[in-house]
Each structure stands twice: as C-alpha cells, then as structure tokens.
C-alpha cells in the first residue's frame, strides 16, 4: 500500500472542489493522510506527498522538500490553482498540476488503488493519464529514435547517441520491448484507440 | 527567409547543429524553465517576449513539448498557443510549424489544446531529416494568416480556464482592478499605482479573453487623457473607508489606497484572510474589525471564504458580515457597499435591499464587459456609491451619539433616521414632521406654562419668567413667522411692539410659546436657532396640511438635528 500525505492550508479546497462525494471517499482511504500545516519531519513516511504550491511558495521550503524526498526517492505533487499547465519534473519524480486536477475523480480513483494494488513505478504518470500512462514512455521512445536519425524501421546507430539516452533507451527497451519507431507508433494508436 | 527554432534538445541535432543554407537567416532558442517556474504561462511570456523583442520572423519551428522527460505535457501547443494570442510579440499571424515524431491525431486525443494543430497557418512533419525540412519547408506559404483565419483559429481552440479563476468572480476580480487602474484613470501627473497584474496578464486564458474580445475596445493614452476618469473622489475628506475583500491583494489595496489617499480619506484593509482557515473564525475576526473601526464606508466583498462558493447566497460570509454591520443591536445606520464581481445568477438589487447596502458596484469581468466607456462608467458608479455611503454615515452617528442616552429608543428620533436611511425625497415630508413632533411632543412633557408668566421644567428643578420677554411677529394668517427673546434686549421691546410684535402669551396654542421659552431660557439657545425652529414648525403645518412636498432636503434636516436636536440632547444628559 502506498501512504500518500495530502497538505493544503485552506480546509475547505478539498471539500469544494471533490464535491462531498468525492470528498468523503477521499477522508474515508485509510492510505490518505490530510494536513493543514507541513511538517518537514513527517513527510519521509509517506511514497507520495502532495502539498498546495503557495504554501509552499510562501514559506521558502521547496528546495528543502524536494531535496528530503528526491534522496528517498519519494514521489512529490505540487497542485495549484493559478497554473492549468500539468507537468512531470525531476525524471518523473515531481508532478506540478492544476488544482483541478488534482481534486478529481480521477485522482482519487488512483489513490484508492493504490490502497490495494502494489504500484511501484510511473506513479505520477499512471495518475496524471491514467490507462494511458504508457504512451509518455512510448512517445519518449519514439522521440530518443527520431531525435538521433531512426527510419521507420531501423534504429539509429548507437554511436551517435550519448551515454544518458543510452541509458534511457535501455530502460525503455527492458520495460516495452524492442520496437522500432513504426511499432512504437502502431502501439501509441492502439492504446489511444486510433 | 527568418525562421525561429525553438526547442529543449528534443529535435534532431542535425537541426540546430548544421547550415541550414544561405537563404535562412535561423536563430535557436532553448526553452527550459527551471524547477521554480512554476508558472507555465508566466515563464513562456518572460522567455517569447525577450526572444520577440525587436525580431521578426517568418516561421516558428518548436516541438510538440519542451519537456526533457515527458514529451505527451505538450507545452509546444501551450507555447504556439502564446504566440498566436499575444499580440505584443507582433507575431500572432506567422505560420508555426510542428516538429516531432508524433501524429498530430495522437497529439489531439491527448491534449485538450490539440485542436490548434488543426487551425489555419499551423503545420506540422515527423521527418528528422534536415534537407527534407527545409525542402518542406521552402515548400510551404508563408503568408500570415488573415483575419477571418484567425478567427477561425480563436473559434477552434480550447484554452482552460486555470481553476483559480474558475468562476466568474476570480478573473473579474484582477481584470477590473487592471481595467481601473491602467486604462480607466487618468493618473495625470501622479505616477500609477503598480498593481503586480503580470501573472495575470501572462495568463493563457487571460491572453483568450483579449483576443476574443478583438482590439477595438483598447484604451489609448489619447482616450484615456481626454476622457479617462480623476483618480480621487470629491466630497469624503476626512472619512473612514473600511475594505473587506479576499482578494484586496490582487492590486485593490494597492489601488483603492492610492484612491482614497487623494481624496483625504482614511483606508482601512483587512488583511487577516490567511490567517483564519476556519469560515466561522474568519466572519468573527472580521466582525471584530467592523466593530473596533467605525467606519463611515465598508467597501464588502460577497465571497470572502472558499467554503462560500458552495453555499446559497444568504449562507456566504458577505452576507452574514453585512448583518453584523446593519445590526440594530449594534448601528443599523452603517453603510456597506458591496464590492463584488458579478454574477448572473444573483440580482444584485435584490441583494442591496435584502441586505440593507447603500448601494453596490460590480468589478467588471473581460467575458461579460469590454466597453471602455461601461469601464469608465463602472469606475463612476464607485465613486458614486462611496460619497453616497460616506453622505449618509451621519446617521451611523447620530446611532451612536444616542446611545445610552434616554433617548435611544426615541421613536420620533429612530424613525427620522430609519426615514433619512431610505435618502428618497419621498421621506422628506415625513422627516420634517418626525422632527418637529420630537421637539414638541418633548417640551410638551417635560415643560409647562405656570401662571401666565412662567416656564418650569416639570420635574420642578427649573423655572424662569417669559411673560414680556419672548415675542412673536405674525403674518396676516396669524402664523408665527419670527420670534425674539428678549431678556437681553429690553431696550428692543418698544421698537418691537410698535412694529406688530405680540407677547408670546398670545399665541393661542401656547405650544410655540412653550417651545420657544424652553429652547432659549433653558436649553440657551439664541434667537435665530429658535427662529429656525419656528420655520421648521411653519413647515411642517404646511406639508402636512396643504399636502405640498417639503422644500426642505436631507442636508437642511441634518443641520437641524446637529444644531438644535443634538444640543437638547447633551443638555438633558449633562443634567442627569
């Protein structure tokens, strides 16, 4: 199961924006902690810790944070309400997301399975796109192809690639297989339903 | 041919690396914010606003994503989307071409912004093959879109509104404050409050609006120095404004002090928002405020509070602030003007009356409103509303100048004000009555004519001898028109009598006589105050019995309860 820690200074967000539905669902996931204020201390028991931007932004500490769980590897949400751009930082370590987002269905849905079903990687990917998570990781696929000169069919000559996007390519072809630039976008369609 | 490369390392080296030939003049943009920029929109207009700045270009070349991780956050669509919507850059109509291995049908289903793929003088390859670029792209029109296409384009896209301003209210709140503050006023030779709108204006969404909205309405320095409205307001110097908004620190403070500030006013903000989480604690915290700053205006807010926006109206925090200053427990006579955005599904008339406001002004919203001239005039009706409101904070006064006196529950007194809070001339007539039928109804129990001769305070405690010394002049209708007092003037009263003078005595009521004694030999007023008193008898017999309108107005009234009513008042309560 993985602990989600949810910080927001302004109580009723939640409420207002899940709907009380949504709301209850979210107070009633036993893997949910909500808090009004952060404690820096606290924040490294949990997988994933998500806290309100402008707390953050006002009380100087997101260098600090970001530092704490980057080095255990825990996974960070900022959600505001002044950005409608949803973004994944620090090699898919940190999600910046619009509150709306964030207080969703979708969102809680996640949460809820992540009660009981054992998920370890592509966390922010899997709540940001839900059944569609894999295509960031394709779509990353197919760019490191045509970014360094694939065909349709033929991969790139490894030569020209640098070391990271070695690595990277590596990754990618352990988790999906090794496809060319064709399949990958056969792939993308077929999960986009296209 | 200039053409703009933009990207984050994520197209082919070749592409930023080789000669792309004699005949293109390119330039290479890296766009990468930092982990602070939090703010999309704000980071894209600092970064294309530099880039654009003195440059023109004939095609805009970028990725479908900046992203150096993800490349389906598709900030390429929010980037062209910037550019086409921001017309400062002067490239709001040059064809952008996408670069990337992506369908754009991919793209499309996964992006709410996709549609911009499809809008006119947008294109797009999968090739990562230089030459075939440029021979595409040699290939390609690069007219600038018309202006029907651009409409097109605006009819297309799908901007999100960000949630912050997912009502109505938030994005009024900084578009009015903007609207007043830089196209509005003319600040002439002061300088312009900075109001610290660029996130705002940065906004995607905002960016839309203005675009929606065309160019016609703009306001130029020209309009706004012949036409543009004086930044003070006349009339309220020395007030007492008191400013309840949650978003006061959108620029309002700023502004509404610069405002007040050049009228002579006072300005009080409350500036405790953040500090009370809890709805209940906020509305008793701002209570508290209400209370300990006597204002003569409080400039309201409706939703002061998150939780409001799922309340009915009567439930959200404006309102139950609004109660607490109308309270009568408290001062009924306070003024509130709400200063609110608007809202359609609310009448705001409605609410003014429901609420006991002076009146309200709605901070004007980009999707209901962009006449310059229903800004303007938006902008007057708040002045308008304040001097009304700080007209009418006498009466706030007069509340609190009776209480704990004995005459606090004074009907005639509570009526006068309860009529003077309507401000119509409608009341005017029963104003003067209520006025009189306090002075007389008061010396009539408090006062008798013993003797002929004398008037004594009922309680005993006071008498004084009037017979000879008070004496009325009469018109043919034998209406009392002047009266004099004589004790200090003795030497007068043979000049007086000859000149058609009558004792007092005479006075076949005996009520003027009574009133006139007690007002000059007991509470000391001098002579034209009495006479004062006798117009305002003069008229009330008038109004009330030809039924004509008074010609007294609301101004006349209140030097009348200043000077005569006040006054009876303090020499009651300093002999108690």
Known sequence: MKKILIVDDRPMRQKNQLGKDLFDKLCSLDNITRDFMLDVNKITSYDIVAIHYSLLDNSGQIKEIRDVLSKRGKCLILFSGGNPTNRIINGGREALVSSSLFYSKKTIDFFEQLQSVEINKHLLEKMLYGKNWKVAFLERYAQLLWVNGATMDKWPDMEDLTDDEIQVLNELEIEFGHKSFKEINEDINRILKI | ?576
């Open chain 2, 1 to 576: 041919m200039r053409i703009l490369l933009l990207h984050n390392n994520n197209v082919p080296f070749s592409f930023i690396s080789e000669n792309w030939g004699d005949d293109i003049d390119l330039e290479i943009e890296i766009i990468k914010p930092s982990t602070d920029d939090n703010d999309y929109d704000v980071f894209v207009s600092q970064q294309l606003g530099t880039i654009f700045s003195n440059n023109t270009f004939d095609l805009i070349i970028l990725p479908y994503s900046f992203s150096e991780y993800n490349p389906i956050e598709y900030t390429g669509l929010i980037v062209a989307a910037h550019i086409r919507l921001t017309p400062e850059w002067n490239h709001s109509r040059k064809p952008i071409l996408f670069v990337g291995p992506e369908e754009t049908k991919q793209v499309a289903k996964l992006s709410e912004m996709g549609s911009i793929l499809f809008s006119p003088g947008i294109c797009s390859t999968r090739t990562n093959s230089l030459p075939n670029l440029i021979g595409g792209i040699k290939e390609l029109s690069l007219e600038e879109i018309t202006d029907s296409e651009f409409s097109e384009f605006l009819n297309r896209i799908q901007i999100p509104r960000p949630s912050n301003y997912a009502t109505h209210h938030s994005i009024a709140n900084e578009w009015a404050v903007m609207r007043w503050t830089n196209d509005v006023i003319n600040w002439g030779e002061q300088e312009m409050p900075i109001i610290g709108t660029k996130s705002f204006t940065s906004m995607l969404y905002f960016k839309y609006l203005m675009a929606k909205a065309g160019s016609g309405e703009k306001v130029s320095e020209k309009w706004k120095k012949k036409n543009g409205a004086d930044p003070k307001i006349n009339g309220i110097s020395g007030k007492r404004v008191a400013y309840i908004d949650d978003e006061y620190d959108k620029g309002w403070g700023v502004l509404l002090s610069k405002i007040f500030e050049n009228s002579g006013a006072e300005l009080h903000i409350y500036d405790k928002f953040k500090e009370y989480k809890d709805r209940e604690d906020l509305i008793t915290s701002i209570n508290d405020f209400v209370d300990d700053i006597d204002a003569d205006c409080f400039l309201l807010d409706l939703r002061l509070h998150d939780d409001d926006f799922d309340r009915t109206k009567d439930e959200i925090s404006g309102h139950k602030i609004a109660a607490h200053i109308k309270d009568p427990k408290i001062n009924r006579a306070r003024q509130v003007v709400i200063f609110s955005a608007s809202d359609k599904v609310w009448n705001m008339k409605e609410e003014v009356q429901k609420i006991g406001a002076t009146d309200y002004v709605l901070k004007e919203s980009p999707e209901a409103n962009f006449s310059k001239i229903d800004s303007l005039n938006g902008f007057n009706e708040f002045k308008k509303a304040v001097k009304k409101a700080c007209d009418l904070s006498y009466l706030k006064d007069y509340i609190n100048f009776l209480k704990g006196t004995t005459f606090e529950k004074s009907f005639p007194l509570n009526n006068y004000i309860d009529l003077a809070l309507l401000n119509s001339k409608n009341v005017l007539n029963s104003c003067v009555i209520g006025l009189n039928v306090f002075i007389e109804d008061y010396v009539e129990d408090k006062f008798a004519l013993i003797d002929s001769l004398n008037i004594q305070k009922k309680d005993g405690k006071w008498k004084s001898k009037i017979f000879g010394l008070v004496k009325f002049k009469k018109d043919i209708n034998r209406d009392i028109k002047e009266v004099v007092c004589t004790r200090t003037l003795s030497e007068s009263i043979n000049y007086k009598k000859i000149d058609g003078w009558e004792d007092a005595i005479i006075d076949e009521t005996h009520r003027s006589t009574k009133i006139v004694g007690a007002l000059f030999y007991y509470y000391g007023f001098r002579n034209p105050e009495c006479n004062r008193v006798l117009e305002f008898r003069a008229e009330r017999n008038s109004v009330a019995h030809e039924g004509r309108s008074t010609n007294f107005d609301f101004e006349k009234l209140k030097l009348f309860f200043d000077d005569i009513i006040v006054n009876i008042i303090k020499k009651e309560e300093s002999a108690k």
